[in-house]
């Protein structure tokens, strides 16, 4: 099983930053991509970046050009650094991971449980 823990989210102010980490543990044998989604109140989840493990990365458009994700692969944590935040970025920010426990075991998407982040104008 693998549990992720998000942290950095919070309050700031319109064209603030934050940085928001996701670290990965219990019982890991490999880490495959990994991501961030974000849910606003009364809309559907939504991509906001990933990165493999190779370390390429795909963004929403929305976010293109102000947010840059990164992993650690040794500390099994993925970051995300959003710029120049706009109130339309307020949101529950969910990481997102695809693992597998052990050799002979199935990939399998987990989800952190969610990180605030709130943007004032």
């Known amino acids: 099983q693998v549990q992720l823990v998000e942290s950095g989210g919070g309050l700031v102010q319109a064209g603030g930053s934050l940085r928001l980490s996701c670290a990965a543990s219990?019982?890991?044998?490999?880490?495959?991509?990994m991501g961030w989604y974000r849910q606003a109140p009364g809309k559907q989840r939504e991509l906001v970046a990933v990165i493999t493990s190779g370390g390429s990365t795909n963004y929403a458009d929305s976010v293109k050009g102000r947010s840059t994700i990164s992993r650690d692969n040794a500390k099994n944590t993925v970051y995300l650094q959003m710029n120049s935040l706009k109130s339309e970025d307020t949101a529950v920010y969910y990481c997102n991971c695809n693992a597998k426990g052990a050799i002979l075991a199935p990939w399998r998407d987990y989800w952190g449980q969610g990180t605030q982040v709130t943007v004032s104008s």
């Open positions: 219990g019982t890991i044998f490999r880490l495959n991509a």
